[in-house]
């Protein structure tokens, strides 16, 4: 007992915290694993919805009625067709919802998304289904949808025969103004991924094989002709697509190896030139670490220069409390009325790290400024929180939630 | 001023998310261990982390005591003591490391007992100047105790009670029941004449409210009008209707046109360049030339906190206003620098 490093009460039990304090927690009925979609809808009749895709079969969505933020309150909860598919991803404009589905392997259905009217958020009503099966396709991992107009997917396709069996998804880009009648309108691969293709395949990651496909494909109202992509072992892209048929290159930063793959997120600072790139740590017990966020100068798109990482703890703190440690999703500026957006402030999410918050007020110096972790939940399969996604709201209410079962954690920040 | 506050800030409030931290100081048998103690038997106060010279030095009741090393000791409610280990900036940088990888409690605030003989300045220049710690800690409160007893002799003696005095933000006055209320009288005189702007407290058994210690700093940058104040101190009108201390002279400055940063920049300069041992505390707000908001500054000695802008104009008042707490500076050595830099164009009113 008498050693230092005990010093807290309850040790993980009880959370941490920096400038964000727990306002709310709901379990989601005993299905707290979520994926990482989370959306936030203002219903008509005034109320805040929030969507949650979950990470893995039984559950599809989960809403949540947050007006109260200390009060959160189950609206409806709906399952998958079967366990072998999983939704993971949503994103919510108005009234309609776009929600991903990934089989676990090729040739299931259903893969692709679905659009969903939610203006009775108790009665979500299917629109259509846009269907992307195939013999070598497991569907759809993530949606980028904020527009209305187009949905921005990482997905396979039923004519696409990958050269590597990991790298099975890509980017596609659906046209959903008709929402009854999704199109394909322009894709883009990793050259050398499909078969057939002019260029070779690309080499494998040496120590953690991730695969070439897309994870998140971003596009912004304010600069509607790029999208940044996390493309996980194969870097991070910016795409011309001013020509939604022929998306184009302009800027590609590929640091892996020397370090792990898997980048994830690109997130765009528009104003200020910069790029916001998340890894994810997709290994236990710091197997794969380091896992970073990285702060890249974008002032030239052909020549994109890491400037900084975000700062983290220390590895060895966190990497022996079970489960990962690294970085993951993070708040994305979404526009829409219930979205904080923010070219100095971000909020990301490390698995049993929680859920952080950091100011990039100097890019070359980010400084953190709050977090969160949670005690570790009832029953929970890692031993520790594993924080996976996070929204934040106009009114900077933050919403982090769990991968496995500590579900929804509402916070308040006071930086 | 409410749509201001409804609308969260895209960027980080500069001061808010800093961790408070006190300084209790004060001569040998002042009683800082007593109050120190009495405060950690508080409900409110039960994720404070102490720094104190020896851990058998605050003398809590083992049945108070939940786990201990040789360098910390947890409490029952949750707070944190801890020894005062090679320097202040390494121990304070390590309490936070600790939390951070959650080792330690999630303090929100740090008491720092100063010995009896401590010069305080360093450790307010500690906390004002090293870029680490701010980042993480601002300064709320230098509270002196000041023992009734042996107060009256000792300030006449040794300088650094009355340095102590000089720099304090709170006095609170121990053992007043041991003496007479004419002793009483003048020592309180004594202690305004030294500094004017402490508001003074008794405290029996280190029983005092919690309210007086606490939340005497700055700590956001949308700060209102009732929290300057209190962080600058009521008595903005020293320089007239009362004695002065023969050592320590106390006086505010006001100017009432914008000035160029530079030029107040410059008059810090020389003044700190040639008296800043002398200058012991400089406290204010600086209307400055193109700027929203006054600029914040606070210095001990010769050292200064980065300066900070803060929002917005607390209430009418568009004055700058300076507190000097010095060591044999008059006040019209101040305000003729000031002038003959010509920060202000005119000399203070």
């Not at chain 1, 990482?36 to 079969?57: F, M, P, T, V, Y």
């Not at chain 2, 980080?12 to 100081?25: H, K």
């Not at chain 2, 009355?162 to 209320?181: F, I, M, N, P, Y």
Request: proline share 8%; with cysteine.
């Amino acid at each position: 007992m008498a050693v230092e490093g005990s010093l807290r009460p309850g040790g993980q039990a009880t959370p941490l915290a920096l400038n964000m304090k727990l306002l709310g927690h709901h379990e989601l009925a005993g299905f707290g694993g979520i994926g990482e979609g989370i959306n936030l809808q203002k219903a008509k009749d005034g109320r805040r919805i929030l969507w949650l895709a979950h990470e893995s079969a039984p559950k599809n969505f989960t809403a949540v009625d947050v007006t109260d933020p200390r009060n959160p309150r189950m609206v409806v909860q709906t399952d998958l067709p079967h366990a072998d598919v999983r939704s993971n991803s949503l994103d919510v404009v108005g009234d309609i919802m776009a929600v991903a589905y990934q089989t676990k392997k090729w040739g299931l259905k259903p893969a692709g998304f679905d659009l969903f009217d939610i203006s009775k958020p108790e009665q979500p009503k299917r629109i259509s289904h846009f269907d992307t099966s195939g013999p070598c396709s497991r569907g759809a991992h993530c949606v980028f949808f904020v527009d209305g107009e187009y949905v921005h997917l990482t997905s396979g396709a039923p004519d696409f025969e990958p050269t590597h069996p990991k790298d099975d998804q890509f980017y596609r880009i659906i046209d959903v103004r008709n929402p009854s009648k999704p199109a394909e309108v322009g894709r883009w691969w990793y050259p050398g991924t499909r078969k057939g293709d002019a260029a070779p395949p690309p080499p494998r990651h040496p120590r953690f094989d991730g695969g070439y496909r897309p994870h998140n494909t971003n596009v912004y109202p304010q600069r509607p002709d790029r999208a940044y992509i996390g493309y996980i072992d194969g870097g991070a892209w910016i795409l011309d697509i001013s020509d939604k048929s022929k998306p184009k290159p302009v800027g590609h930063l590929q640091y892996s190896p020397p370090y792990n793959g898997f980048t994830h997120t690109v997130l765009p600072l528009i104003e200020r030139n910069l790029l916001v790139i998340s890894d994810e740590c997709v290994k236990d017990n710091g197997e794969d670490w380091p896992k970073l966020t990285w702060i890249v100068d974008a002032r030239v798109e052909s020549n994109l220069v890491p400037v900084a990482t975000l700062p983290l703890p220390p590895a060895e703190a966190f990497i022996k409390r079970g489960g990962r440690y690294g970085s993951h999703n993070m708040h994305e500026n979404q526009p829409g009325p219930c979205s904080f957006r923010s070219e100095n402030l971000i909020f990301a999410t490390f698995f049993n790290g929680g859920v952080r918050a950091f100011d990039l007020a100097n890019p070359l110096q980010p400084k953190e400024v709050g977090y969160f972790v949670p005690g570790t939940p009832k029953l929970a399969p890692k031993g520790s929180a594993q924080i996976n996604d996070v929204w934040v709201d106009e009114n900077r209410i933050v919403y982090a939630v769990d991968r496995f079962g500590g579900g929804l954690y509402t916070l308040e920040t006071t930086f | 001023m409410a749509t201001a506050e409804a609308t969260p800030s895209t960027t980080r409030d500069a001061l808010a998310g800093l961790i408070p931290v006190s300084i209790v100081t004060g001569f040998l048998g002042s009683g800082k261990t007593t109050l120190i103690n009495r405060l950690l038997r508080r409900p409110e106060m039960n994720r404070v982390a102490v720094i104190v010279n020896e851990l058998g030095e605050i003398g809590v009741d083992n049945d108070l005591v939940q786990v201990s090393s040789e360098q910390m000791m947890l409490l029952n409610n949750g707070c944190l003591c801890c020894v005062l280990r090679g320097d202040l900036q390494e121990t304070l940088r390590e309490l936070f490391i600790k939390r951070r990888n959650g080792e330690v409690i999630d303090f929100d605030r740090v008491v720092i007992e100063t010995t009896g003989l401590a010069d305080p300045a360093p450790v307010m220049q500690t906390l004002i100047t090293d870029a680490l710690l701010l980042d993480q800690y601002r300064l709320d409160c230098v509270v002196t105790l000041v023992d009734a007893v042996n107060a009256p002799g000792q300030l006449k003696q040794f300088s650094e009670p009355v340095k102590q005095v000089a720099l304090a933000d709170r006095l609170v006055v121990t053992k007043s029941d041991l003496v007479g209320e004419k002793q009483m009288g003048a020592l309180t005189g004594r202690l305004h004449d030294i500094n004017p702007h402490a508001p003074v407290r008794l405290a029996l058994n280190g029983d005092i409210e919690l309210s007086f210690l606490v939340g005497v700093g700055l700590a956001r940058v949308n700060a209102r009008l009732e929290e300057v104040e209190r962080w600058l101190g009521a008595e903005e009108d020293s320089d007239h209707g009362h004695r002065h201390d023969e050592t320590v002279q106390t006086f505010v400055l006001r100017f009432e046109r914008p000035m160029p940063w530079a030029a107040f920049t410059q008059c810090l300069e020389v003044l700190t360049a040639l008296r800043g041992p002398d200058l012991l505390r400089v406290k204010g707000l600086v209307n400055v030339e193109g700027k929203a908001g006054p600029m914040v500054v606070q210095g001990v000695q010769h050292l200064f906190h980065p300066p900070l802008e803060l929002a917005a104009w607390p209430g009418e008042d568009r004055c700058t206003r300076l507190v000097f707490i010095t060591r044999g500076i008059p006040r019209h050595t101040v305000s003729d620098l000031f002038a003959a830099i010509g920060a202000v164009g005119a000399s203070a009113s």
